[in-house]
């Protein structure tokens, strides 16, 4: 059974940071992409972050040079650590899966965890 876990979020003040975890079971992640998407509120879901099955990495242009994504095969887990933080960086994010290859399209995501809300705030 495919699940992926979400966790890490929290309240952080702007210039914070944060790690999200995204943990998978019933798949290995050598063999699929895991995508960072995040929708705040009364927003569409966009995607943030995405690591390919064979390690490539991918950055939406307002996180790029902040965020980075990386992976523990060991642990089967996809972290997201986030620097800098502003305000508009305040959503829920997700994790998503699909085989092998990361799209900025969220449709092409087969399984999604359930969320972890991030807050930037003073």
């Known amino acids: 059974q495919v699940q992926l876990v979400e966790s890490g979020g929290g309240l952080v003040q702007p210039g914070g940071s944060l790690r999200l975890s995204c943990a998978a079971s019933g798949f290995t992640l050598d063999s699929y992409a895991i995508n960072w998407f995040r929708q705040a509120p009364g927003k569409g879901r966009e995607g943030v972050s995405c690591?390919?099955?064979?390690?490539?990495?991918y950055h939406a242009d307002f996180v790029k040079g902040r965020f980075t994504i990386s992976r523990d095969n060991t642990k089967n887990t996809v972290y997201l650590l986030m620097n800098s933080l502003k305000p508009e960086d305040t959503a829920v994010y997700y994790c998503?899966?699909?085989?092998?290859?990361?799209?900025?399209?969220?449709?092409?995501?087969?399984?999604w965890g359930q969320g972890t809300q991030v807050a930037v705030s003073s």
């Open positions: 690591i390919s099955s064979s390690g490539s990495t």
């Open positions: 998503a899966t699909r085989p092998l290859t990361c799209t900025d399209w969220s449709a092409d995501y087969d399984y």
